[in-house]
């Protein structure tokens, strides 16, 4: 099994700046990417951000230049770094990991989503 972990959400002012965390643990072999979604009250969930393991990242359009997306291997971590904060910014976010594990000796990839952690912009 593997586990999930976000943190560092809140209330911000607009303009203000959080950064969220994401944890993986568990019967870990290799992760491949990592990445945050989210998901505005009565909108579909939507990509802000991912991050391949060696690094190359992608990010929406509505976020590129406010937010950095970094991991750090060796604590299976991801992190979202967001900056310039605006109000469409709130929504609840979720950590996207997909996990390579070996099961009967063959080697395959699952994602686990995290449980969600709520950033709300407002003044």
């Known amino acids: 099994q593997v586990q999930v972990v976000e943190s560092g959400g809140g209330l911000v002012q607009p303009g203000g700046s959080l950064r969220l965390s994401c944890v993986a643990s568990g019967r870990i072999f290799s992760i491949n990417a990592m990445g945050w979604y989210r998901q505005a009250p009565g909108k579909q969930r939507e990509l802000v951000s991912t991050?391949?393991?060696?690094?190359?990242?992608n990010y929406a359009d509505s976020v590129k230049g406010r937010f950095t997306i970094s991991r750090d291997n060796a604590k299976n971590t991801v992190y979202l770094q967001m900056n310039s904060l605006k109000p469409e910014d709130t929504a609840v976010y979720y950590c996207a990991v997909d996990v390579v594990e070996i099961r009967s000796s063959i080697a395959a990839t699952f994602r686990y989503w995290g449980q969600g952690t709520q950033v709300t912009v407002s003044s």
């Open positions: 991050i391949t393991s060696g690094g190359s990242t």
